[in-house]
């Protein structure tokens, strides 16, 4: 199995880039990394650590994309930065999977173009998982598709409910189709148009209906879809009330000395809450429905986040995710009232 890493991309790369691709490579036999950026540079660090010398390998690329770089403009002036160097290991299936925590529209925009689309696929939607009281529930999407139609939001529904059992391990996932209310009349006219495709849509096996926000939380349901713009949204405000809970509990927990002996008899307890809550653990959000396998890491991934990232690779890599993706986009389904 060999996973190419993006060696240059994310606000702590290269070095934690390369710490994760280590601690992946000496836990797992069959893992090869290939990772791309500047060869000097990563080869320096990579001799601060101890590793099978087979098992990593640099792929050297001269430049490197910023985070503030337009996608368009990497695709025309920087051909040979270490996203695009790894575009092409997938391209010419000398890699299996793609992981960048680079630029996320760069790697958007680099992976549709270079890597290319799965036939019959509309739009590739970035898929999160969330934590939920029960275990894990998968938004899609997140923000790859601000303008989305019905048709879209079926395939989103079908990817997801693959990845939800493939890579989550979730016997028959509940997919919901997010909305201001459960009533099938609730929502804008994309929701109407959608709810009625996906109460006929034979590919989607288990459809509840629609859910609320906080169904996202409760564990009513599995999968929830939405448009990118919605579904960035609620990332974004999810991510900022995490943060303002745990300042809130962190003020609370050291104002004076009797709260900081609760903090202390809570301290296993409250590191349980914040793993749960931490994008570390959950790797990164694939971007489905490409020819390759293409994970995209949160641009502030340490070690920690890039091993998760590897991880969950792994998984997508041994439950053939894209192949199972392919042959469920391949037939256009067929109405459950047919």
């Known amino acids: ?43 320096n660090i990579l001799k601060e650590f101890n590793f099978k010398a087979d098992s ?10 910023s985070m503030d770089d337009k996608p368009s403009s990497v695709l025309r002036k920087k051909k040979d930065s270490s996203l695009l160097v790894a575009c092409e290991l997938i391209k010419e299936d000398k890699a299996d999977a793609l992981i960048s925590a680079g630029n996320t529209g760069a790697v958007m925009a680099a992976a549709i173009f270079n890597i290319g689309r799965i036939t019959n696929l509309n739009r590739p939607p970035i ?29 989103f529904a079908i ?8 890579v989550l391990n979730i016997s028959n996932p509940r997919v919901g189709l ?83 002996l609760g903090a202390l008899l809570l301290k296993e307890e409250l590191k349980k809450m914040k793993d749960k809550v931490d994008y570390r653990q959950y790797g990164g959000a694939p971007l489905l429905g490409l020819q390759g396998l293409v994970i995209i890491g949160h641009g502030s991934s340490d070690d920690q986040a890039i091993y998760n990232a590897i991880k969950v690779a792994r998984a997508a890599i041994d439950n053939n995710l894209i192949d199972i993706i392919k042959d469920k986009l391949k037939n256009g389904g067929q109405n459950r009232g047919d």
């Open 56 to 65: 990593i390998k640099v792929v050297n690329a001269s430049q490197t994309v």
């Open 159 to 166: 990817m997801g409910s693959i990845y939800a059992e493939q």
């Open 178 to 260: 997010l909305s201001i209310g459960e009533e099938k009349e609730k929502g804008n006219k994309l929701n109407g148009n959608t709810f009625e495709l996906l109460e006929q849509e034979d590919r989607v096996e288990n459809f509840i209906g629609n859910v609320e926000g906080r169904d996202i939380f409760n564990g009513s349901c599995d999968v929830v879809v939405c448009d990118g713009f919605v579904g960035n949204i609620v990332l974004k405000t999810t991510e900022g009330v995490a943060s303002y809970v745990f300042d809130l509990l962190k003020e609370a927990l050291t104002k004076n000395f009797k709260s900081k």
């Open 1 to 43: 199995m060999k996973i190419v890493l993006d060696g240059m991309g994310g606000d702590k790369a290269p070095r934690e880039i390369i710490k994760g691709a280590v601690k992946a490579v000496n836990e797992f036999s069959d893992l090869k990394i290939i990772l791309t950026g500047k060869e000097t540079k990563i080869k």
């Open 127 to 155: 898929a999160t998982v969330f934590p939920s009281k029960i275990g894990n529930t998968i938004v899609l999407d997140v923000g790859a598709n601000v303008d989305s139609k019905p048709e879209h939001l079926i395939q």
